[in-house]
């Protein structure tokens, strides 16, 4: 690890599960810290200032989304849900509120591992500058400053708005994008489109960059929740 | 003898009068005829043949209409047989004294003839009566015999008691807490059934509750306009009440029509009884299916959780207790413990989703998208699982975009993939088709496996059914669940054999829904310009 001792806090009602999340993050170097209830992981979260939040979806005191929504009123740091497989909804609800993404119970170690190293890549200083040029896998170079896709070395012409929806799949990278927050960076904010008509320009976007676009390897459906763009396979 | 009796007609009040008035007209034109036949035939010298005219007159007039018109037969002929005959003719005195007798003589037997000709002609009429509605009965019985549902019968017993009684029926039977209601009414009746005839029906039944029934109170005779209510009698006693509203011809107010009212009461109170009888039979089979249900869930449930818990338990346990020395075997157990809990896991989600299904509490949210989005969400859901195979898909380029819940669907391919990986030596392919199909598109899962015997082809689709028990795998949810969600979408599910060997399962999904024709215009134009 480069940075030794990264502070995650696991808000989580359920002891067993808190004390398997502790012992996993102990065991790949990150110090943890535990709430049993939302006030007082939010009361945590502000004294504490952790690098990254393990938010459970079922708490008693308040809904996943609720509470989002109230640590993103002063924070940026990335949240990670934990959702017992309950409705699309909810989780679609904490992501839209602005959560960075979500891994289902059951999960394994190494799984949760994989996810909170790339929700903490995003609050790491490169993000704040974006590569300029993007691989995914070996097939797909995404040039981001000239605007160009080349598919196994040949450049390939996108839309106006299959562009927009790579680029913004390109800075979810590795987390899932919802539909809503698709269409509210492809067509701007408070345009009521479809997303009948995301999906159909994914579809398009899949036919010009995948090998097989019926099972693709980069351009992933949360079927429910919305997008992913895998970067590697 | 072909005019019916005036009673029985449909024909209103007027029509009545009319035909009475048509009787005593008849009898003045009877008398005019039988003087003008006696004057010209045998004169004022033959008096006996002139009064066998005069007689004749009556029978013919008595035998086609009522007594009102004979007895005035009866009257004139005297009145014109003494005006006409008898000396001094045309003057109503009498020469003779014993013509006195002659008259006193011929009234009465014109009398008694007009009497007994009425008689017979009732007796007729009352056995053409009894035939008809014999006849009516016999058709109601059938009808009613043969309903095989209780709306049928209820709708066959209204329509048939309009046609013998001319009234308006409605059959009410006790809800489900006892209380009277109205199961069928034909709309008249429905209007004309106040509260008060509810009120008394609902008295009626608790009384024949309490008592057993006594009938008689119900079909003496009712004032001519009040409704009527009859019990219904099944085998086992009362199931319910009949009430007849009165319309303007309605004709159960003698002894026969109460008769017959009796017979159809009977007859609707056993097939009544009949679908009761009936209905109870199938809760009773329902109950003792989902019995036997019940027991097949606990008894797989107990196996199928029992197993990997019994292992996760064991393992760890071990790993607990002492610790083996050696990294290998420790991984070793882990691995099994990490294995069956993932087992467990996915036990657990299809017994959760087999609930929503079952229930019929599957609530569906389609949306138009394309199909290929679904297919592909599904293969990298199954990613590490379909690893060493071939999985080929086939999808047209023009598909449109179909109505379907995505996650429901994506659910049903997940299973049916992980079925065709479950049953199928590793490494044999598998292929994912997509074709249109009289404007439903059908989506086939084939494999190359052993396919299913045809025996099992519908089978497979049962709750618990394993086609190879013993081949590992799931509770027997999976096939089902499929079902569930494909028959939700308004589509079919079903398995055949694959040519060159293997099983094809294939489900349908209807795309007559309401199509946004924007959306299908913008997706043809933006690939046309791209």
Known sequence: MSEPHRVVLVIDDEAQMRIFVRIALEAYGYQALEAPTAAEGIRQATTHMPDLILLDLGLPDADG????????????????????????????????????DYITKPFGAAELMARIRVALRKAGPAREVPAEVVHVGNDIRIDLAR????????????????????????????????HQQLIENVWGPGQAQQVQTLRVYMTQLRHKLERQPARPKYLLTETGIGYRLRLEV | MSVPSVRRERSGLSGAVARRALGYFSA???VTASTLLAWFVFGEWHLTDVVMVFLLGVVIVSMRFGYGPSLLVA????????????????????ADPRHIVTFAVMFFVALVISHLTKRVRDQADAVRLRERNTASLYAASREIGLA???????????RHAREMFHAGVAVLLPGANEKLQVVHADDDATLALGQEVAAAAEGMWRHQRITGGAVGASTSAPAAREPLLVPLRGSRGHVGVLAFLPTETWNILDADGRALLEAFAALVGSAIDRTMLADEARGATLRAETEQLRNALLSSVSHDLRTPLGVVTGVTSALL??????????????????????????????????????????????????????????????ENRLRDREVGTDIPEDLPLAPFDSILIEQVLINLLENAARYTPPGSAIDVVVRLHHGDVEVEV?????????????????????????????????????????????????????????????????????????????????????
């Open chain 1, 65 to 100: 989304g609720e509470v989002t929504r109230r640590i993103r009123e002063w924070s940026n740091l990335p949240i990670l849900i934990i959702s017992a497989g309950g409705t699309e909804a909810s989780k679609v609800r904490a992501l839209d509120e602005g959560a960075d």
């Open chain 1, 147 to 178: 605007h160009l896709v080349l598919v196994r070395g040949k450049e390939v012409h996108l839309a106006p708005i299959e562009y927009k929806i790579l680029a913004t799949l390109v800075r979810h990278t590795g987390r899932v994008a919802t």
């Open chain 2, 28 to 30: 003045v034109v009877t």
């Open chain 2, 75 to 94: 009257v004139l002929s005297v009145v014109s047989f003494e005006f006409f005959f008898i000396p001094p003719l045309f003057s109503f005195e009498v």
């Open chain 2, 148 to 158: 095989y549902s209780r709306e049928a019968l209820l709708a066959a017993s209204a």
């Open chain 2, 321 to 382: 207790d002492r610790a083996p020395k050696d990294e290998e075997t420790r991984r070793l157990l882990l691995t099994t413990a990490h294995e069956e809990a993932l087992r467990l896991s996915q036990l657990v989600r299809n017994l959760l989703d087999m609930t929503r299904v079952d229930a019929g509490a599957l609530s569906v949210r389609k949306e138009l998208q394309p199909l290929e989005e679904v297919i592909g969400a599904a293969l990298t859901r199954l």
């Open chain 2, 446 to 530: 084939a494999d190359r496996g052993p396919g299913v015997p045809r025996d099992d082809a519908e089978r497979v689709f049962d709750k618990f059914y394993r086609a190879r028990e013993r081949e590992g795998g799931g509770v027997g949810l999976g096939l089902t669940i499929c079902r569930g969600v494909v028959l939700a979408h308004g589509g079919r599910i079903w398995v055949e054999d694959r040519r060159g060997g293997g099983a094809s399962f294939r489900f349908t999904l209807p795309l007559d829904e309401a199509r946004d024709p924007d959306e299908t215009v913008d997706f043809v134009a933006e690939r046309g310009a791209s």
